[in-house]
């Protein structure tokens, strides 16, 4: 095994438009196979860049957001999110989407990084960014199709909330993990170990 060897670039040869879905465009790409020389179709999701914020107030409190999720057909527990709009940078992005989801606002902004949602199919970046000593200044400004309960939770809340399986959200938890130790999980009085839950997890998985 080479472990310097590195996989062959795919040659685009054509370009196919596919139907928009407001918040992703399809596009089907031709490629050439660079062993077989074949050319395949593949799919590909265009889509605005994310942002994702994790917000911190003055007493170290985590501003979460609740909502209903079509795609798991559940109440999730969620850190405040959303589009780059065009012409937006990510910071504008932030500032915007926590005052617009939540009513907070900050003055103190860092940028935590950035990753590739999923490069399999999806062509986008998500950003994040922690907003230091944020405070409730504003209304909530939501979008029509929108219903969202805003709250903060301390860190040991989010760790349980992570355990009982409210807060799944991949992204929302890489971006707390940038500030936060969010897998150590305190045993309170008369509850399981977050180990022992854990175990009971895999094992109704498998079933």
């Given at each position: 095994?080479?472990?310097?060897?590195?996989?062959?670039?795919?040659?685009?040869?054509?370009?196919?438009?596919?139907?928009?879905?407001?918040?992703?465009?399809?596009?089907?790409?031709?490629?050439?196979?660079?062993?077989?020389?074949?050319?395949?179709?593949?799919?590909?999701?265009?889509?605005?860049?994310w942002?994702?914020?994790?917000?911190?107030?003055?007493?170290?409190?985590?501003?979460?957001?609740?909502?209903?999720?079509?795609?798991?057909?559940?109440i999730?527990?969620?850190?405040?999110?959303?589009?780059v709009?065009?012409?937006?940078?990510?910071?504008?992005?932030?500032?915007?989407?926590?005052?617009?989801?939540?009513?907070?606002?900050?003055?103190?902004?860092?940028?935590?990084?950035?990753?590739?949602?999923?490069?399999?199919?999806?062509?986008?970046?998500c950003?994040?960014?922690?907003?230091?000593?944020?405070?409730?200044?504003?209304?909530?400004?939501?979008?029509?199709?929108?219903?969202?309960?805003?709250?903060?939770?301390?860190?040991?809340?989010?760790?349980?909330?992570?355990?009982?399986?409210?807060?799944?959200?991949?992204?929302?938890?890489?971006?707390?993990?940038?500030?936060?130790?969010?897998?150590?999980?305190?045993?309170?009085?008369?509850?399981?170990?977050?180990?022992?839950?854990?175990s009971?997890?895999?094992?109704?998985?498998?079933?």
């Open positions: 095994m080479d472990k310097h060897k590195k996989p062959e670039v795919w040659q685009k040869q054509r370009i196919e438009k596919g139907p928009d879905f407001k918040i992703l465009q399809v596009r089907f790409d031709w490629l050439k196979h660079p062993k077989s020389q074949k050319e395949l179709k593949r799919l590909v999701f265009e889509a605005n860049d942002v994702n914020i994790v917000a911190t107030t003055q007493k170290d409190e985590i501003v979460v957001v609740k909502q209903f999720r079509f795609g798991v057909e559940k999730t527990t969620e850190t405040p999110g959303g589009m709009d065009q012409g937006e940078d990510s910071r504008t992005a932030a500032i915007r989407e926590l005052r617009e989801e939540t009513g907070y606002t900050s003055s103190e902004w860092h940028y935590l990084g950035s990753v590739e949602p999923n490069p399999a199919f999806l062509n986008n970046i950003h994040f960014w922690h907003a230091k000593n944020a405070h409730q200044t504003e209304e909530m400004c939501l979008e029509e199709e929108e219903d969202i309960i805003v709250t903060t939770l301390t860190l040991d809340e989010i760790r349980h909330e992570i355990q009982a399986g409210n807060f799944r959200h991949s992204l929302a938890l890489l971006a707390l993990t940038k500030v936060f130790n969010v897998w150590d999980c305190p045993e309170r009085k008369g509850e399981e170990s977050c180990q022992t839950k854990d009971k997890n895999e094992r109704n998985f498998h079933a």
